[in-house]
């Protein structure tokens, strides 16, 4: 049986329907930790994302998007894989995966990159005619796992850092390999620039730009003049209220804004598919200064949790001729379809190989459903934001979440209880047994390294934090 990667090697140029027709750019534009709830368009009273909501209104809306984790690089590994984190064993954020002395289990090791011998997106796209870039956080290993060794031809902005520790220049410097223009150039500026030179260098071709902002990401940094704006909104009865927070998505949605009219001035509009989404939901937890930079209400939790806080996300497609304006969509679907849905849009739904993501190309036709019934999540860490190990499925309105400390499941169902406050797992024992015997089955499918006790478990010290975890056994 062919590898993946002498498949790709092996794989003849794109031809659609026998034609040589030009395939559509793609521009995929991912944020960081930008809850469901943070947009206008979702019912954010104090978040202004006007560009964001015109992408919405001229595109398609997924109300049920979900990232495949609750941190950033297994989401992202993802995204570029279609695989599951649990089978790349990439099920933690990278250079931060760490147990504590005297947890009840003992998370298990992880990847520290993403492995070359992975085909990405990049690489198929790429090999397809398709020039690429890789704009911002990568976050998917350093030295020898670079964006550059995986299928982009651009790659700027992006290394091992999970963060920055500024967004101002030349502060930023300490941990971006990214120049500026000027002293207090804003980061997400800075990455919207060169996103723009690279569509107008690559117009007369096939173009891929991933554009992963560091954005709203802490540290919550943003313009003053922005910051005094939202200053002025807040509101007592609101729980979105922390105007540093609103002014650094207000950046980000002005992003959009400059991508989007940039293909219209370049008459690239039409022959472009667009995706914007998150890399998990917002930061509800006090990780920041104490304060809880966002909330997901009526979602419950957020960053670092599998409830739907933390995996909830928003995401728009507009692709003009296949999606419907102002088309919404509510089948479930997460990270791991992105790939193969690119890869079918650009002619090669076969070089991507065997995925665990199927494509959403004929969700974006207007088909209600996809042909599956589940989807899974797999998180067997200590989150910073004070998430416990944990595995969950969906399937269709039912949710299953179990804990790997004490064993426990619980049960929900999305349709009737949104903020997951009633769980249903006595109540609805044989929805309940059905689902936990699928989850068992998904994580032994995937080869999922389990979390195993710990002899030293103390609930008096089990917070005290030990060394990063070592790299998955080869």
């Known amino acids: 049986m062919l590898s993946r990667r002498a498949f790709l090697t092996g794989l003849a140029p794109v031809v659609l329907r026998g034609a040589a027709r030009r395939p559509p750019n793609i521009v995929f534009i991912l944020t960081d930790d930008l809850g469901w709830k943070d947009t206008a368009y979702n019912g954010s009273r104090f978040y202004e994302t006007p560009h964001i909501d015109r992408l919405v209104r001229d595109g398609m809306q997924f109300t049920n998007g979900y990232s495949a984790s609750p941190v950033c690089s297994p989401t992202r590994a993802a995204i570029m894989t279609g695989k599951y984190p649990a089978r790349l064993g990439l099920t933690s954020h990278l250079q931060g995966a760490h147990r ?20 990405t997106v990049a690489e198929v796209l790429k090999k397809a005619g398709y020039r690429t870039a890789a704009i911002g956080k990568w976050h998917l290993g350093g030295e020898g796992f670079l964006p550059g060794m995986q299928g ?28 500026g223009t000027r002293p207090g150039e804003y980061l997400t500026d800075r990455l919207t620039d060169l996103a723009l030179d690279f569509i107008r260098e690559s117009r007369d071709r096939p173009f891929f730009l991933y554009l992963p902002h560091y954005a709203v990401h802490v540290p919550i940094e943003a313009r003053p003049e922005l910051i005094r704006r939202y200053q002025r909104k807040v509101r007592a009865d609101d729980p979105q209220n922390y105007p540093p927070y609103a002014a650094m998505l207000q950046s980000v949605d002005e992003s959009v804004g400059r991508v989007l009219e940039t293909l219209d001035r370049l008459k690239l509009s039409d022959s472009t598919l667009v995706v914007f989404t998150s890399d998990n939901g917002g930061v509800s937890s006090r990780e920041w200064r104490n304060t809880p930079v966002t909330s997901n209400l009526p979602l419950r939790a957020g960053k670092g949790h599998l409830y739907e806080g933390g995996i909830r996300v928003p995401l728009a497609v507009r692709w003009p001729g296949v999606t419907r304006p102002g088309a919404v969509c509510s089948e479930p679907v997460l990270s791991v379809d992105f790939a193969p849905t690119l890869a079918e849009v650009a002619g090669t739904p076969a070089g991507i190989g065997p995925v665990d993501g199927s494509s959403l190309l004929p969700l974006l036709k207007g088909r209600a459903r996809l042909d599956r019934e589940r989807i899974y999540w797999y998180y067997p860490h200590y989150s910073p934001q004070l998430g416990r190990p944990s595995a969950a499925v969906r399937e269709r309105d039912w949710k299953l979440i179990r804990f790997f400390e004490d064993g426990r499941e619980e049960l929900y169902n999305l349709a009737r209880d949104l903020g997951e406050e009633h769980n249903l797992a006595e109540a609805e024992s044989a929805v ?43």
């Open 100 to 119: 504590f002395h005297y947890s009840r289990v003992i998370p298990p090791p992880v990847r520290t990159e993403l492995p070359l011998e992975e085909v």
């Open 152 to 179: 982009f031809d651009v790659a700027v902005g992006g290394d091992t850092a999970g963060s920055t520790n500024s967004f101002f220049y030349p502060e930023w410097k300490k941990k971006i390999p990214l120049e």
């Open 432 to 474: 309940a047994k059905r689902l936990s015997g699928r989850l068992t089955r998904w994580l032994r499918e995937t080869g999922a390294r389990l979390p195993a006790p710990n002899p030293k478990y103390d609930p008096a010290r089990e917070r005290e934090a030990g060394p990063p975890m070592g790299p998955v056994p080869k």
